[in-house]
């Protein structure tokens, strides 16, 4: 665009700009503002003498971090738990969606959508003392079932074949009725006279899912599906520091647990700083791939 | 009484004197009026000194206390030091659950109270480098607050130790009596009897005879085979039959607490750290064969402790094993104090009695092993020191005042009840000698709010403890009194801050698979050794024996 | 071909049905167990098992969090940062997925592009914490509703809504005269609907649990929110750390049933708030509205 038709075209969409510049100000302030902190990633910090005036030390927080004998198995479970809990989880929410959606009963609708979100209300602190009870193998009622069955009561908690499997149902568990609400809104934009026309072809409820429903909110989905991308390093700390024990560190110890009973003793922001930007750079890149991959197939990309 | 009644006395003459000559009915701002009429209106050097003092109050920004609640600043106990001080505070808050995170957050950004509580010693170098507190002289201490240079000197000169750095003081040592009894050995005596043991066990080869029986003639009645010796709780006492516990609480360990592993212990003359000790390869062999023989609760994995505060085990509670500990006697005091209506014992003793009432729960003695060593680990006896900030040393009235306020702590019997107990006669009296306390129920957080443990800047006068809590020290005194184990403090260490975190996830491994697999423990310790020394093991024990020598002057 | 539809369609049902119900049993269960334990003595709340239904009526655990009178006070706070917050950020966030939603907006990638950045790259809390007290809002509500306004993620989804809205409706708003805020107002605003209610929500909801700003900007304890006073009830005693380095010990703790009680207390009231919301999100009433 030469830089005329640019100006013409700002002109003409002046009013959108006017609608936008409460939202950059904001940006401005509020995130641009502090933006400088990242810096704080490549010095020791000293907080008397603030960014200005601490030493740069270059990558030795990086350094640091990345060469802890435990790095590299702390990093695999994070991928893993995490990679898992974004398929499951991201699947969970849209399938409760389209199945809340099919039921005709008002009473039950509202009521499973109320009683689904409840558990997201609780503190992992509360829930994950209810798992441990859950699963336990004295005294649980799945060990009681599997007794009863004539099995060995497992420990399940305990097992690291059986830990990242507790972590990713309990996270979805905990949030597929929360989740499921923006889908619910989703569906709820669809405009009826398509399920209308389809009522002359006379298809089932699946095939009426699978040609109306899901296609009409792909929009909504693929977006999410970018921006959830970004998770797969961003672990739930809370989650994994009330579940976890001895016996499944291996399987089960993830980045943000591991650095935060380093960060405990360190008292250190640089360390911190470091963590947070990996972790930024990591999900950023993550994110911008699977905005690539979308936008190969679908317009309802980020860009 | 007396006191404040003559301060208020003198404060209205002064405020009286102003008045007239100034022509001006308050005090606050303006003390050069003040500093003028003074001579006029008074008769010798002291009492203008006092005078003027009356019209400049000192403040003090104060986080001297451990923040469970903020501080009601019109309680009657800040009301009373304020006015016996002629001091004004102003309180900050940190959340005592994130304190590091709240506390350096405004540290960094330049912002500084007068006085600040350090709940890491570990951080005092730090805070050094950053120029946030100050050294304090020896000789200001013996001038300002001399009894209570002299009890930590004959108490717990060993405390001087922590808060030194490069042979300066830099915060005042406080006292932890609690640290002095280590923690306790508590067995279900019922089921000693039913199994037919009559005397509390005491050697190793004794408690594995009563874990046995504990797990194989059912204990608790009920025709199942579902009870058990032991869970995590005890452990510590299991190992310290052989030497310093590796793992001094396999809870905090496993969750990541590295002072709950990497520990230091004197060796021939040297600091050593307490995990990799060859006697802490017969404790596990000894313990893998318990969990083999099913003597171990296979739960001690998510903790005795499955609900609740930190002391409770519900384990014990629900009659599933016969031992526990980890807590202190207060938690388990088993007599009741004939002094208070309605005492149920300790709260953990109490909360046994409600699930069991026909339990009996009594005092034991740690494991004495092999070769004789025995003992539980005992708590720090040093709790948070005391610094004062740069900042306050540009007004060297504020130290002085702060070292004024703690001798008055232990030179004050019913002023220190104040300061830690409430206002006398709303939340405290004496019937005779009997302390007797009216709001035993308030929580820390609520007796912040009032006032109380805010302004005695953390200092536990043990003379003064042990005449309130006469009942629960004589107890104390009577079951408490058992050997343990307490860590060689070693100063600071970059190298501490460096490896703790993968030498904790090191030891827990090692002993955690030790006690639940099938590993040959002999070669599989030596192996965890191994690994421990060349991943940052060696490195830190020489570091800080170097350090401790150092320190002590060798 | 009819009666296998019904067939299909009737097991497809029944599978609806049981998942449903499974889910809502399950989602149900932890609630109970916080009600019940709120409601129990401690040798229920010690006993190993589940408690969903109360053998032992005590009340003294919600006694004793009505007896902390600075709850009321953090109520207020908290319903007060929530609808202030939920506000602006309806407000913001609409006016910024709106404009970006165009396809035509000039530099459009860009724009989109200074707001995916937030997403990414922070300052941490220090350069925030130093922002605040330089723009003067340290200690008050805009501390708490401010800075964590607009959150680009939901910007995002809003802006991907609008745009999959069908075209023709503003386009023939546009040839009526009418301009782009009108056309905002008019169109946007109603078809929108369904998705202001779940942006609402969630930010609702975030602000009602939010306790960590809350922690860091406001000193002065009659400001806090609620979530500040739930944690410190709910996390007492639960760490040996504390006790056992401190030298005091506690003269009392609260006990579980008050733990359970105080949450119970403080979570009702956000729960109640999704069963008004519902009526957004029944499929094609408000499409048939506009038209109509």
Redesign the interface.
Known sequence: ?KPNA?FQ??LS?K???I??L???V??G??????????L?AFQDYQFLKG?GGSPWVGLDNFRELFGGLYFGQVLRNTLIINFFKLIFGFIAPIL?AV?????SSRW?K??????????????W???AG?VI??LSPS?G?VNMLLTELGFDPVFFITEPGWFRSILVSTDI?RN???SS??Y?????????EM?EASEVD?????QKIWYITIPSIA??I???LI?NS?TIINDDFEQVFNLLNAKVMEVGDVLSTYTYSEGLLKMN?SY??AV??FK??V??VL?LSANYIASKVSD?T?? | MTKAGKLTGVSLAVALSMGLVAGCGGNGGNNEAGGQQTPTSSGTASQQAQQTEQAKPISLEWLGY?S???PNPNSSVIKMVEEKFNAKFDF??V????WE??LN??L??GEMPDVLKI?NRQNIPKYISQGIISPIPMETLEKFAPTYVKFLNENYPELWDGVMYEGQIYAIP??????TYPTVVIWRKDWLDNVGISKIPETIAEYEEAFTKFRNEDPDKDGKKDTYGLSDFALPNILGAYGYPGIS?FK?ASKG?ASKSVQFTMKDGNVVLTSIQPEMKEALTLLQKWYKAGLIDPEFLTSENT??????S?AF??SKIGITG?S?F?HWRNELNPDIPDDAGG?QYK?FK??VPDGEAVFGVPAVGPNGASGTPM??TA??PIAITSKAMENPEKLELLLKMIEAACTDYEYYLTLTNGEKGVDWTLDGDKFV?LT??????E?NVKGK?VLNA?V?YDPFIKQRDKFDYEFADKYGKISGYSAVFVPTLEEFSKYSNTLNKLTVDAYFKIITSDVDPSAYFDEYVANFRANGGDELEKAADKAYKEMVGQ | ??SN?TL??TL??GF??I???A??I??????L??ITISLS???V??????HLLPTKLDFSGYERVFQYDIIWTAYGNTIMRTLLGTAITLV?TF??A???S?R????R?L??????L??????????????I?N?GIMNSIWALV??G??SA?M???VR??I????ESLEESAKIDGA???VV?FRIVLP?SL??I??VG??SG?SHW?AWFDS??YI?D?HKQVLQ?IL??????????????????????????TVKMAA?VVS?LP??CV??FL?K?????????SIKG
Request: net charge negative; hydrophobic share 45%.
């Open positions: 665009m640019l075209s700002y969409h009013y959108f700009f609608m936008l409460p939202v950059l904001y940006y302030i509020f995130h641009y503002g502090p933006m400088y902190g990242v704080i960014v409760l199945m809340i959606n099919e039921v039950f509202k009521s499973v959508q109320t009683i689904s979100y409840l558990p997201h209300f609780l503190s602190v509360v829930l209810m009870e859950f005294r009622p568990w597929v009725g929360f609400i923006i619910l809104a989703a569906i709820a934009g669809i405009n009826p399920y006379g298809i089932s409820r699946i929009p909504v693929v977006i999410m921006l970004g922001y911190a700083a947070g930007l930024n750079v999900a950023l994110v309802d980020i860009f | 451990d469970y609640g903020q900050w808050y959340d005592s659950q994130k995170d709240n957050v405004r960094a950004s709940t406080m006292t932890n009596l609690n640290g609480d905090g607490d609900t609740g505060y930190w002391a409770d519900q509670y629900n980890m202190m207060y709260g909360a409600e699930s708590w720090d709790s948070h306390n035993a129920t308030d929580t820390l957080a007796a443990n953390k536990s | 071909m009819t539809r299909s369609d497809f049902m609806v049905y998942g449903l119900g889910l809502s399950t989602t149900l269960l932890p609630l167990q916080a003595p401690p040798d709340v010690n006993s190993y098992g589940f913001l006016l910024g709106y404009p970006l165009k035509t907006l000039p530099n990638k724009w989109t592009g200074v707001v995916v937030t997403m990414f790259f922070s300052g941490g809390m220090i350069p925030s914490y130093l922002l007290r723009i401010l800075p306004a607009v993620f910007l995002l989804i991907n809504f745009a999959a809205l069908p301009n782009d805020i905002l078809l369904p998705i209610a779940t929500l969630y909801v649990n922690m860091i000193q304890e500040m944690r410190r009830i709910l996390l007492e005693g639960q760490d040996v750390s504390a006790e056992s380095g401190s030298g005091v010990h506690a003269q009392a703790v609260n006990t579980e949450l979570v956000i729960l999704y069963p519902q957004y999100f029944v499929k094609g009433t408000l499409m048939g």
